[in-house]
DNA sequence: CCACACACCTGTGCGC
DNA sequence: TGCGCACAGGTGTGTG
C-alpha cells in the first residue's frame, strides 16, 4: 500500500540505480500492466529502446522517469506493486510483469506487481502546476512537499467541498501522496473525525491537519517508508515494512496512544477506519449517514 | 462540475 | 481438509 513516504523511498533507489543508464531492451510479461500505455505493448517496448533515463521524479504516488527528449517512463505501484533492482541473471519473481535491461549490462529494473493495480506508460510530458508532468497526471494535485504546493488554495478548495474530511484528504486531485494509512494518522494528531464536514473546518485547523500530514509522512520516510503487509518492497527489494510510528492505523482495542481510549475501527468507503473516539469525536448531526440532519 | 458507488485484481486468513 | 467469503485499497469510470 504505497503512498507517499513509501514511493519516495523508490524514487531515490531510482535515482541512485538507474537514472543515467541507457535502455537496452524492454519486456513486457503481463498486458494488464501497460493497459494505459494506449498504443499497446509492443510501441511500449519500441519507444523505450536506446533511451537514456533521466532524473527519477515523483509527485504523490506517481513516479516517472524523465527519457532524452520529452517524454517519461510514468509508473504508479498501485495496491502491491514494486520496483526491484536486480542482477540480470536472476530468476524471474512469480509476478514479475516488466523487465528493462540496459546497455552497460548492469542491474535490471524490474515491475512486479500481484494485483496487477499497478501500471506503467510511456507518455509526453506537459506542465501542471508549476512544472513538467506526464500528460496523463496533469489532473493529479500537487503534493504537501512540492515547492509549489500552496495551502492557501488548498484550504480554500477544501471548504469548497461538500464532504467529508478523509474522503477529501484522499482525493488526489485535491492534495495528492495522502493514501488510507496516512489519512487516518494526520486526523488524529490534528484530533479531527474523518467524517467531518470540510465546509465547516477552519482555516488554522486545515493548517493544522495539513502540518500533521507533512509530519507523519516525513517521519515515515525517515524510517525508510511505511507499509503493512510484506508486499511492499523499496527498489533494492528490501521490505519497507514497519509500524512503530502508527498511532491509530491497524490498531483497534489498542490504547490509543494520547489518551488511552480503546481506538476504534468503523467501516468506511469499503475500507477501514481507525480513530480514536476519546480525541477524534464523531460529528453529530448533519451528514451522519443513516441519521437524519438536525 | 460535483459527489459517490463500483470495478478492477490476487493472496491471506478465518469460520464452518 | 477444503470451501466460501471478507478483507486489503488506489484509481478510473460510470451514474445521478
Same mark, same amino acid.
Not at 503512498?3 to 531510482?14: D, K, N, Q, T
Not at 542491474?107 to 508532468?133: I, N, W, Y
Given at each position: ?61 506517481? #513516479? ?60 509526453? #510530458?506537459?506542465? *501542471? ?91 515515515? #520516510? ?44 468503523? *467501516? ?6 481507525? *480513530? ?19
Amino acid at each position: 500500500m504505497p503512498e507517499l513516504p513509501e514511493v519516495e523511498v523508490v524514487r531515490r533507489g531510482l535515482e541512485r540505480w538507474v537514472s543515467g543508464r541507457t535502455v537496452a531492451a524492454a519486456e513486457v510479461f503481463h498486458p494488464r500492466a501497460v493497459r494505459r500505455h494506449v498504443p499497446g505493448a509492443e510501441e511500449f517496448v519500441s519507444r523505450l529502446r536506446g533511451r537514456t533515463v533521466g532524473t527519477a521524479q515523483r509527485r504523490g504516488k506517481y #513516479l516517472w522517469l524523465p527519457l532524452d527528449g520529452s517524454d517519461a517512463v510514468l509508473a504508479h505501484l498501485g495496491m502491491s506493486g514494486q520496483l526491484l533492482v536486480t542482477d540480470p541473471g536472476s530468476p524471474p519473481e512469480k509476478h514479475l510483469r516488466i523487465r528493462l535491461s540496459f546497455t552497460d549490462g548492469g542491474p535490471e529494473l524490474r515491475f512486479v506487481d500481484q494485483r496487477t493495480f499497478g501500471h506503467v506508460l510511456v507518455t509526453a #510530458l506537459a506542465d *501542471s502546476a508549476g512544472r513538467p508532468v506526464p500528460e496523463p497526471i496533469t489532473h493529479i494535485a500537487a503534493d504537501p512537499f512540492e515547492e509549489h504546493f500552496d495551502a492557501g488554495v488548498f484550504a480554500r478548495r477544501l471548504r469548497a467541498r461538500q464532504t467529508e474530511i478523509k474522503r477529501a484528504l484522499l482525493d488526489q486531485s485535491l492534495v495528492s501522496g495522502i493514501g488510507n494509512i496516512y489519512a487516518d494518522e494526520a486526523l488524529w494528531r490534528a484530533g479531527l473525525h474523518g467524517a467531518r464536514p470540510t465546509e465547516r473546518l477552519t482555516g488554522p485547523k486545515i493548517a493544522e491537519l495539513l502540518d500533521a500530514a507533512r509530519e507523519v509522512m516525513s517521519e515515515a #520516510l525517515e524510517e525508510g517508508g511505511t507499509s503493512f503487509d510484506s508486499l511492499y518492497v523499496n527498489v533494492n527489494g528490501e521490505s519497507g515494512y514497519f509500524d512503530r510510528s502508527l498511532a491509530v492505523y491497524g490498531r483497534r482495542d489498542l490504547p490509543c496512544r494520547r489518551c488511552g481510549t480503546p481506538i476504534v475501527r468503523e *467501516s468506511f468507503m469499503n475500507r477501514s477506519s481507525y *480513530s480514536c473516539p476519546r480525541c477524534q469525536p464523531r460529528p453529530r448531526g448533519l451528514r451522519t449517514p443513516g441519521r437524519a440532519g438536525p
